[in-house]
């Protein structure tokens, strides 16, 4: 599937399906997921955003669940691997078997693994060591695997939506800095509401839940993408996304000192194109013709939680991540 070019003549007509379409994702997940407006909302910027994300949670969570979901809304074909401490490299990419044809001669065929599709599941990443989870390397960042020195493109749109649970559990390996940084967003999922909590329990014991009917095709997304790159942002807007991400590196010029005492390694480059690309999305998804302050700031939790390396002495004051973000959010001005 090649990406679609689009005449602005019909620009304003996918402006208004892709506004549309929210309302309908959200009916339509309603019938799976109850609750998780923010998570819902930040993995449907990520997706129009044309990024893959990182879904962190407790086990029961409904992480797996809600992927699968939105893979139906999308159309799009699925591929779940589940990560295991024995998974190898060749059981996501794919691996070259020896194959006898009908004439006798022997031939390498490459078997091509359940990286393979358009929506990938990672399902709990951080269970199977570093070896293994960097495997998804290349295809995240290039769209390809090469296996015996040949490349295969991956079918386009191409995601990967992970979850992993939190590393203070057993069984869990961190996954590498290289890896983290190219999930666009790392999306919180936590407990809910006492009152959601019971309208799960309430729907799920009573009946079986109405099917999820598909809304968008694959060429759909493709169109969304460009589109969300047409959103205007203005060099102001642009520059304060690049001034938080820098506030985070510690020990530079102008750094607050709060960062220089409670952080190790900062967010990189890809954290600001990860705000403002995401930011570009989050305003066209809520009727806005540019994009504003409020929505980089909306984005910078998922965008940068997981880019920023908490220092030593922060674990042991009992800083967390969250708490230097929101620190960063009512420290840096928003003046050019």
């Known amino acids: 599937m090649s990406a679609t070019e689009i005449s602005m003549e019909d620009e304003a007509r996918v402006v208004e399906q892709l506004r549309e379409g929210r309302d309908r994702i959200y009916s339509e997940l ?18 129009f955003a044309g990024g893959h994300c990182l879904i962190t949670g407790a086990p029961g969570l409904a992480k797996t669940l809600l992927v ?45 693994g359940p990286i393979f599709a358009n929506v990938i599941l990672a399902d709990e990443i951080n269970r199977t060591p570093p070896k293994t989870q960097a495997a998804l390397l290349e295809a995240m960042q290039e769209h390809q695997v090469t296996a015996a020195g040949r490349r295969y493109d991956l079918e386009e749109p191409f995601f990967v939506l992970a979850t ?17 940084d190219r999930f666009m967003f790392n999306v919180l999922i936590d407990y809910l509401p006492p009152k959601d909590e019971l309208s799960v329990v309430m729907q799920t014991t009573s009946r079986r839940s109405d099917p999820i009917e598909p ?20 060099e102001s807007v642009g520059a304060y996304a690049v001034r938080l991400v820098g506030a985070t590196r510690p020990e530079r010029d102008g750094t607050p000192d709060f960062v220089n005492q409670w952080v190790s390694w900062g967010a990189g480059l890809r954290a600001a194109q990860t705000l403002v690309i995401g930011a570009k999305a989050r305003a066209l998804l809520s009727g806005n013709a540019h994009v504003r302050i409020e929505d980089i700031q909306a984005l910078a939790h998922p965008a940068l939680r997981h880019r920023v390396l908490l220092s030593y002495k922060a674990e042991a004051e009992g800083m967390t991540i969250e708490k230097v973000i929101d620190q960063l959010l009512s420290t840096i001005g928003t003046e050019v």
Request: glycine content about 8%; charged content about 25%.
């Open 68 to 112: 699968r979901s939105v893979a139906q809304i999308f159309h799009l074909k699925f591929g779940r691997i589940q990560f295991t401490p024995d998974l190898m490299p060749a059981d996501i990419t794919g691996t070259e078997i020896l194959e006898e044809g009908a004439d006798g001669h022997r031939e390498m065929t490459f078997v091509k």
């Open 164 to 180: 992993q649970n939190p590393i203070e559990m057993e069984g869990t390996y961190p996954l590498p800095e290289a890896q983290l």
């Open 215 to 234: 809304l968008f095709s694959g060429e759909d997304i493709l169109r969304f993408h460009e589109i969300v790159r047409r959103v205007p942002i203005a």
């Open 30 to 47: 309603s019938k799976t997921i109850i609750g998780q407006h923010d998570v819902i909302e930040q993995l449907l910027i990520s997706l």
